[in-house]
Structure formats: structure tokens, C-alpha cells
């Protein structure tokens, strides 16, 4: 098996005439050291660092030497390879004054000694390139420099939590996220480079198979600084220890400078939308945001996304140029490069949240109140006969997932729910649950796992509930004949403003539902986002009722209405089929309807006076309610 040193040998060795520094990144693409953001030259203190050493140098040139583990500190009297010009300012230390490591560390020294040379030499390469760069670009790049352009602004600290602070700054439409950002001058960015490919090689632990993210990063922190301490060679002051273990470890067990948006539970959405610009964050409280980070160059938001497409086993490239995918966290994570996004790299992520929204925070935002809660329960359960088919309608980030989230927490337990998503971000903590996630075709145009070939095949399953995450396409159709044959409380959400173009969007192309099968569907929930001057909130809009479908129109009547001047969703006049529906399946009474609306009104009372908090301990409670009533009937 080829090593990575063999690798290296064979990179260098080849014919003097070529010239042996070669600063594409051709054998691993991980010793890259992307254009710094702000060029500065190294200090004569960061270039002592880069010393090389001729001895272990022209050792790897020696074409004999077939004891890989040792060339690099052995005295080897091969020719040196001609330096290029640049390199001849840097002096060489003699072999002497090499330390000769122990035997026990002589594989690890040895290793990160070569690792931090290979990233030297592209290093002075780099140099080399910089001291080209004209004033005029600098002078351009400088400007591009979004941070110290908003500096120069008057800004006021709006607030603070933990590191990050956010600003409104004068003059400008967006607030300011400021994070610290550990910004290494371009040796440093080397010896961070040239830290973590050491780390790479010497942790053997997978950063996945350590769960716990914190746990994670404190080993990951531990061996950095472990590494650091044993490489007394690359002369990095003790001071400077944690801030090159801080940088290694962000790169290597997260998404380098990115890594404290992802951390902020307070943030929705990151936007990365291309070098140069500044990365984007949408905040609950603040919503959109620009950040003091960005990215030089697409090569270093690349490195981002083919982290995220290796860990999945996925390829993106110019001939795969988009990607759909889910972090090992959950979060939803989409990239584009070039030729699709045509300015550059990006990556939009969704935040995953851990404790996700309860139906107790949905009440607390206003998003709904009680009554309609209530309302909205006692159709998912269905009055023990018929559970409602339903679709939640809204824009982008309106809320749809997370209101078909908290709606699913309402079916009951006794139930077989299978959900299909494009990428799973549902979270039930329902015991009966199957997930499936569907998945484009391959590099070779084959194994595609749509969601209308997911959706077919849960009609198989004998599912009590079909939950389809988003509906675009063809499954649109599967969905609509489960919901025609008798497959009750049926869900998904779609991207649409109202419940007339819902409609008018499920029986167009490509969903193309026959106009009849709509009949199957019971109502329509419209959720909005709404910019107000407390800034962002989520309303449910309306909830229409499907009645049916006449001569080929089918029938929406809308029976709450978000009324903006009170920031209530009133019941309109127009009567509730969908009761009278009941009353023909079962024995109830107008009045045991309203009974048992008014016991979940109470029990939503409940659960919002005593701030009951996570997705377990709701769902406890509302499933408790069935089995309390369940003991009930066994009574009479
Ligand atoms: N009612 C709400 N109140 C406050 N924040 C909410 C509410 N509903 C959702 N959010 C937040 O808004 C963001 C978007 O929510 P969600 O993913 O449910 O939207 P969506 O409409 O499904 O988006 P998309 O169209 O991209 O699928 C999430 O970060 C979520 O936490
Ligand atoms: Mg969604």
C-alpha cells in the first residue's frame, strides 16, 4: 500500500530539472494554503519558524533512500536540490543542531517534521505569489474587506451573548453578527494546515465516533496540544499553543470558521454566498444578518462542502454542482458551485434544533392560540374516527416542518406512522415511527430513491398515517391516492401562499393530482412569516376546509382568518363540515365535540402555565390524555 511518505518521496523525487517545488496541491489537497484574506509578510519571527532543514531536505531528493520512516532526519549526503531564489533568504539550520528524537516519538516528530516542511515549501511558494500581487489589487482586496468596512461605521451593541455580539450599524439596512474570528496570517494558516494534516494522521479515532460534540473537541484538543508540545522543532510559543489546537480543532471536528454559528441556538439559517462576501445569518429574534466572516476564496468554502459530501459519500463537482444533505447533527445543508451558482461557492445550512419546537412555544410565539390548537388536535387525532388529511401551505421558512412537527406530536401512539422527506427533519418522539429519505441518482445517473417511489411504496406498508415532509412532485399523486383510499390523517406541507393556490399548484404540472382527488384532502393550514416592527414573526394566516369538489371546482372554505389589526386567528361564520362528518362516524353529539375541544383547551392551558418545556415531555402529556380517556371507555 502506498504510504502518505511514499507518496511524498515520489512527489520529490522527481527529475531536478522540473524543478522539485511544486506548489499545486496534487498529491492530497490538504496542504493548501489558500490566498490570505489580508497579505501580510510573515515576520522575521514566523519565518524563523520556517527554517528548513538542508539535511532532511535533500534527503527526501535521495532516490535510494528506501527507509521512508527515517529519511527525513537521516544525514544523508545526497546533492541538495537548487533552491529557487525566494527560498535562498531562508537559512538552514545544521544537522547538528537538529534534535534527534527519541525513539518513541521518532514516527511522530518524524512525520510531523515532513508535514510541516511540505507545507513550507508551498508556503514560500505562496510568498513568493503574494510579493507578485500588484498594490492595486491589494488595495482592491482591502476594500472587499467587509469587516473593516463596517468598522469604520458608527455602530451600536445591540447585545451580547457569550462571544458573539450583534450591532446596528449606521446606514445600514442589516444588523451586524461579530464573532471572534481567528484570523491567521498566512504562515500561520500554514502551520494550522500543516498541524492538522499532522493530527489527521496521527489521531485514529473517527471525530464521528465520538458523539458528544464537546467531548469530541476537548480530545481533539488535547492531542493538538500533545503534538505541539512534542514538536519542540517547530518552535511554536507555549502562548500560541491554544490558539493553533482552537484553529485545528474547529477545522477538524466541525466547519472551521463557521463553527460558532452552528453553535448559536439562536440561529435559523447560515448563508455562505460566496468569496469575498460576507457570510449571512438569519437570527430568531433579529432575522437577517451580516457576519465579520467571510470567505477568500472558493477553494475554502470548497473545503466545507467536500467535508460535508465525503462524510455522506457524495461527490460535488462541475458535473455534480449541487447537493442536498443533512448533517451528521441533522441540519439540513445545501451547496451549489459553479457552473450552477455562477459567482461561486455556497452553502445554505438549516439549522437543526435539538429541542425542537413544542406546541407550548408555538403558543408562546403567537403563531396560533389555543382555541385553534385545540382545533388543530383534535382533527390530527381525529375524534377516535376520522384523523384529518391536511397540508400546511406557506412560503420559504414559514414554519411548514416545524407546525407538521408539532401537529404529529397529536397522532396518537397506537398509530403506524411512516414520514418521507427529501432530507429527515422531522422529529417524533412517537414509538411507532419508520423514517425514510430519499436520495438523487448517483454520479452514474442511477439508485435515485424519489420521493413518489417512497410514497408508493409506503401504500404497502400498512401505514395508519402517511406523513410526506414537502410535496413537489410526482409523490403529490401517490400521496392524494392514499388519501382517496381510505388511508386517513394523511400530512404534508407544500410551497404555496394560499389555500386557492394550493390548490391550483396540486393539480398543475408536474403534480398534475386529478381534480377529483382533491376531494380526499380535508383542509389547508396557511402559515406566513411576517415582518412586523418587532421584527420577524410566524403567523398561521388562515385554515381553509376542502368540501369537495363540483363540477370539476373544487371547494375551500376558509374557516379561521388572521385578522392583523388584533394579531388573532378568528373563527369566521362559515360552518365545519368536517363535524358533521364526525357525527357520522361516531355517536358524538355537538355537545361531546365541544366537550372534548374545551379538555384539550384546558390541557394546552395546562401545559403554557406550567411552561412545560421539550418535545418528551408534551408529547407525555398529550399522549397521557389518550390513555386517560381510553380507561374511560373500558370503564363505561
Ligand atoms: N412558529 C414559529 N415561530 C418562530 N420560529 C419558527 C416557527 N416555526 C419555525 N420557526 C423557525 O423558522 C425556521 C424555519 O422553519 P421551518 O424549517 O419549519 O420552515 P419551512 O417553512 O419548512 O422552510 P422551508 O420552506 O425551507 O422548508 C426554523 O429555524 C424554525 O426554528
Ligand atoms: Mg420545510
Known sequence: MTTYIDALISKYNKPKSGGPLDSSPSMTGSVQVSKPNTLETPTPKEIDNFKLSSSSFSSISNPDNKDTKNSFDANSNTTPITKLDFEKSFETKPTSQISKPTQEANNQTGDINNLFKMASIKGLVEEKKKTEQTDKQKQADEQENFEDYVLTKKSTLITKFGSAEIYRVEGEQLLYYKIPVPKPNPSQKMIINSLKEAATRLISTDPYKIRDPTQRRNIYYQKIIEILENTSEINIPKHMFDFYADAVVKEMTGYGIIEPFLQDDK??????????????????????????????????????????????????????????????????????????????????????????????????????????????????????????????????????????????????????????????????????????????????????????????????????????????????????????????????????????????????????????????????????????????????????????????????????????????????????????????????????????????????????????????????????????????????
Open 267 to 636: 440561529l435559523e439559517e447560515i448563508m455562505i454566498i460566496g468569496p469575498k462576501k460576507p457570510v449571512y445569518v438569519y437570527h430568531q429574534d433579529y432575522g437577517m444578518m451580516t457576519t465579520n466572516v467571510s470567505f477568500y476564496s472558493d477553494d475554502d468554502i470548497g473545503e466545507i462542502v467536500d467535508k460535508i459530501a465525503r462524510t455522506l459519500g457524495r461527490q460535488v463537482d462541475i458535473s455534480n454542482p449541487l447537493l442536498d444533505a443533512r448533517l451528521p447533527d441533522g441540519s439540513r445543508v445545501n451547496a451549489t458551485m459553479p457552473p450552477a451558482s455562477i459567482d461561486g461557492v455556497t452553502i445554505t445550512i438549516r439549522k437543526f434544533k435539538a429541542d425542537p419546537y413544542t406546541i407550548v412555544d408555538l403558543l408562546n410565539y403567537r403563531t396560533l392560540n389555543i382555541e385553534v390548537a385545540s382545533f388543530l388536535w383534535s382533527i390530527v387525532e381525529g375524534f377516535g374516527a376520522k384523523p384529518a388529511n391536511l397540508l400546511i401551505s406557506g412560503g420559504t421558512g414559514s414554519g411548514k416542518t416545524t407546525l407538521l412537527n408539532v401537529l404529529a406530536n397529536f397522532i396518537p401512539e397506537k398509530d403506524r406512522i411512516l414520514t418521507i422527506e427529501d432530507t429527515a427533519e422531522l422529529q417524533l418522539p412517537l414509538k411507532h415511527v419508520i423514517r425514510f429519505e430519499g436520495r438523487p441518482p448517483g454520479v452514474e445517473g442511477k439508485g435515485e430513491l424519489s420521493l413518489e417511489i417512497l410514497t408508493k411504496n409506503t401504500l404497502r406498508m400498512r401505514p395508519d398515517r402517511i406523513i410526506v415532509g414537502e410535496i413537489r412532485h410526482k409523490e403529490a399523486n401517490a400521496l392524494f391516492t392514499a388519501m382517496n383510499t381510505g388511508h386517513d390523517g394523511c400530512m404534508g406541507t407544500i410551497h404555496a401562499n394560499s389555500a386557492r393556490e394550493t390548490l391550483v399548484r396540486i393539480t398543475s404540472p408536474p403534480m398534475n393530482v386529478p381534480i377529483l382527488m382533491l376531494a380526499g384532502l380535508d383542509f389547508i393550514i396557511i402559515q406566513k412569516r411576517l415582518s412586523t416592527p418587532k421584527g420577524q414573526v410566524r403567523r398561521i394566516t388562515a385554515i381553509a376546509e376542502v368540501t369537495g369538489v363540483l363540477d370539476n371546482d373544487p371547494k375551500a372554505n376558509i374557516i379561521f382568518q388572521w385578522n392583523p389589526q388584533t394579531d388573532v386567528l378568528e373563527r369566521t361564520e362559515v360552518p365545519i363540515h368536517y363535524f358533521e362528518l364526525i357525527k357520522t362516524y361516531t355517536n358524538l353529539s355537538d355537545l361531546d365535540i365541544k366537550t372534548k375541544m374545551q379538555e384539550r383547551v384546558d390541557i394546552l392551558n395546562d401545559l403554557v402555565k406550567n411552561k412545560v418545556k421539550g418535545i418528551k415531555n408534551v408529547a407525555n402529556i398529550i399522549q397521557g390524555s389518550y390513555a386517560a380517556s381510553n380507561k374511560m371507555d373500558i370503564k363505561i
